[in-house]
């Protein structure tokens, strides 16, 4: 593998370390013209996008169903389909609804009598003249550095850096190219998952996570939600000290989660896989019979090449999320695929 500029001015140079030429390289102009080419990308692969359709109808026996897709509604019901919106993951169903653990579940009396841990974390709180929250936190027990705590932010993202000391480009754990957007638009990244995090004593694993160009010098990216929905928190500001209290242990929260965070992560990967195993097939219709204009041959085969890989590395990802809520008895339906 080998560290190559994808971006069509150069200012992120360092930014992924992705396959050599013979296994295709997917550029931030090739991205683009995946999405406005005919016969290019069916989907548009965004860590950020705020909205995606879907599509509701009810059958015969009176049960509601969603679709992500008009293709994926039943002919017969296609006159009645309505149309809407949601945020990263499809409504779930009022069956699905119905047999998920409820949050009041009780828990078990050794649970009861365990008394919950406080950490207290002290905070840098300026970068330069800006107010922020930057604490140390500990990567797979190896490596060590300053992050920003976001509030705004859902997941977790590290800078290519950060990546690099992890030895994430060099491990076969998945790799999967989205692009990481915001209030300053949009810019090509990795999804990745992280084994462990720590702030201070407390502790999560499994953590999905963008990899992307480092933001500032003064930290080495964004601790989001992911990690903070583990533990009640509270900002002494007074003290500078972040101060989290572990939450009661729930059959509700399986693996430190709840419903969303799952069928969310599972519904990211499953889609991507299927993304990129879809314009794979398209790619090898294009090999066979050639009706994109003003693309050559080769370009045709990179692309094909890019797209088997990332289906590859998508599933990677998939997998391991799958045996991760395995391991933490997640209940199937929240494992939709």
Do not use: C
Not at 120 to 138: D, L, T
Request: proline share 4%; charged share 25%; aromatic share 8%.
């Amino acid at each position: 593998m080998e560290v190559r500029d994808i971006t069509s001015d150069g200012s992120h140079a360092r930014l992924e370390r992705i396959w050599p030429d013979e296994a295709g390289i997917v550029t931030a102009r090739i991205m683009r013209l995946f999405a406005v080419s005919t016969f290019a990308l069916v989907f548009q692969l965004s860590m950020e996008s705020n909205a995606q359709s879907f599509y509701k109808w009810v059958d015969d026996d009176g049960e509601i169903h969603y679709s992500d897709t008009s293709a994926g509604v039943p002919a017969k019901y296609r006159n009645q389909v309505k149309e809407g919106q949601f945020a990263k993951r499809p409504p779930q169903s009022s069956e699905s609804r119905s047999n998920s653990p409820q949050p009041a579940e009780a828990v078990s009396s050794k649970d009861a009598e365990r008394k919950l841990k406080k950490y207290e974390i002290p905070y840098i709180a300026y970068e330069g003249s800006a107010r922020r929250i930057i604490i140390p936190v500990r990567f797979n027990n190896s490596v060590t550095v300053n992050m920003a705590l976001d509030t705004g932010a859902p997941g977790l993202v590290i800078s290519t850096q950060l990546a690099e000391r992890l030895g994430l480009f060099e491990k076969d754990a998945g790799l999967l190219l989205t692009q990481a957007g915001g209030i300053g638009g949009s810019t090509p990244a990795m999804r990745t998952v992280i084994e462990t995090i720590q702030v201070g004593d407390a502790k999560d694993t499994f953590i999905p996570a963008t990899i992307t160009a480092k933001l500032t010098a003064a930290f080495e990216g964004l601790v989001g939600m992911d990690f903070m929905s583990n533990f009640s928190v509270t900002i002494d500001t007074q003290g500078r000290k972040l101060v989290l209290e572990e939450l009661q242990s729930s059959s509700a929260r399986p693996g430190g989660h709840d419903e969303d965070w799952w069928r969310i992560n599972f519904h990211d990967f499953a889609a991507a896989r299927a993304d990129w195993r879809r314009f794979a097939d398209i790619m090898a219709e294009q090999e066979r019979n050639r009706t994109l204009p003003g693309v050559s041959s080769s370009q045709i085969k990179q692309w094909k090449a890019v797209a088997e890989k990332q289906y590859i590395e998508a599933d990677k990802l998939f997998t391991r999320l799958d045996r991760h809520a395995a391991n933490n008895s997640v209940p199937m339906n929240w494992r939709k695929y």
